[in-house]
């Protein structure tokens, strides 16, 4: 007995244990609705194909909210930085024109990044208005290089560029969810084991504490969003490789990666931020919309049950605080208690 109360009490405090339950239950609901569909490996190799792009934009965005920030600029970002990897592709010679590419687009990824951190942080202006400006722009500015047409990544499906992004060499396994599964964990050490981390969180809890504790507060803030635009610029890198063609609004996956950030268990308020939560609450919202299209449901259900799904979540999320299951059993005596006194 005490084994099992001391195992409970551990995988309660793992960080995005609760969502990687719903994403259990929900894949074991969907079998059960869906089997012909569900019990093959094909769907979930389609998971790891699609989500992501959204993951990892999510994991950046994850960073950006812990601080007490929001970027609503990264969706162009990833436009940009797919016409800035199309155009080193098709204006230099094949051999390393998808290097060039790849290195202007995280080059602009950063600029973006760098120039959102200085409205914020240098001249004062609240995030949620410099990155919305900054979205429009770019996204104009995306639009306007490429003349409002898409362009073909010409010969890449033998890039060994592409193979090692975007390939499949292992097991028919999709390289681009070894790459977000690696940079999840990358994150989740530089945002718990490292000094940037502890001065987002510091940041995100209180500002003014920070600075007096000795927490560079503009550097910090200007250095996260330049994070940030790279982090999109990969999605965006990601996203033009595994189609081989860039179009203008590739980057239209905001709600789902601010949805998948919340539904995580990361703080809207700052100061407390789960990447392991975005990284299962990512194929939970990506997972969704086909798996209710497989139940043979009317495809005019998909946002209702969307929204129900992550309304759920996040009240589990908000319910058990940091993995404290008890504290939502709690709860519900609390509820009931109150209800049998009326």
């Known amino acids: ?6 195992l409970y009490k551990f995988l309660g405090r793992l960080e995005g244990f609760a969502i990687a339950i719903v994403l ?5 609901v969907l079998i059960m609705a869906a089997p012909t569909v569900f019990t093959r490996p094909m769907i979930y190799m389609s998971f ?4 992501p792009p959204t993951l990892i934009a ?14 609503l600029s ?9 016409f800035a990897l199309s155009w080193g592709w098709k204006t230099f010679d094949p051999a390393y024109g998808a290097v060039i590419g790849i290195v202007l687009a995280l080059a602009a990824g950063a600029l973006v990044g760098y120039l959102n951190g200085l409205m914020v942080a240098r001249i004062g202006v609240p995030s949620i208005m410099a990155t919305l400006a900054a979205n429009f722009f770019w996204y104009g500015i995306s639009i306007l290089l490429a003349g409002g047409l898409q362009q073909t990544l010409k010969g890449s499906g033998e890039s060994f560029v592409r193979q090692l992004l975007v390939g499949r060499p292992f097991f028919n396994i999709p390289v681009q969810a070894l790459w977000s599964l690696a940079l999840a964990v990358f994150l989740w050490f530089v945002l718990n084991r ?3 981390g502890e001065s987002v969180m510091f940041i995100g809890d209180n500002a003014n504490v920070a600075r007096v504790m000795g927490v560079n507060v503009e550097a910090t803030r200007i250095r996260l969003f330049t994070v940030q635009g790279m982090i999109a610029a990969f999605a965006g890198i990601i996203v033009t490789l595994d189609i081989g063609v860039f179009y203008p609004d590739q980057g239209n996956f905001l709600l789902p990666a601010m949805a998948s950030v919340f539904v995580g268990g990361t703080s809207i308020a700052g100061g407390a931020g789960s990447i392991f939560g975005t990284f299962f609450g990512s194929y939970v919202i990506g997972s969704l919309a086909a798996g209710v299209v497989a139940t043979t449901i009317s495809g005019y259900w998909v946002q209702v049950v ?15 605080g940091k993995g404290d299951f008890g504290g939502l059993f709690n709860r519900f005596r609390q509820v009931g208690r109150g209800s049998g006194e009326t």
Do not use: C, Q, R, W
């Open 1 to 6: 007995m005490n084994f099992f109360k001391t």
């Open 58 to 71: 999510a994991l950046g965005l994850t960073l950006v909210i812990t601080a007490g920030e929001i970027d």
């Open 48 to 51: 790891l194909e699609t989500v």
């Open 194 to 196: 490292h000094k940037f």
């Open 24 to 28: 259990l239950v929900l894949y074991v």
């Open 74 to 82: 990264f969706p162009a970002v990833v436009s940009l930085s797919g």
């Open 306 to 320: 969307e929204g129900g799904v992550m309304a759920a979540v996040v009240v589990l999320n908000a319910a058990t």
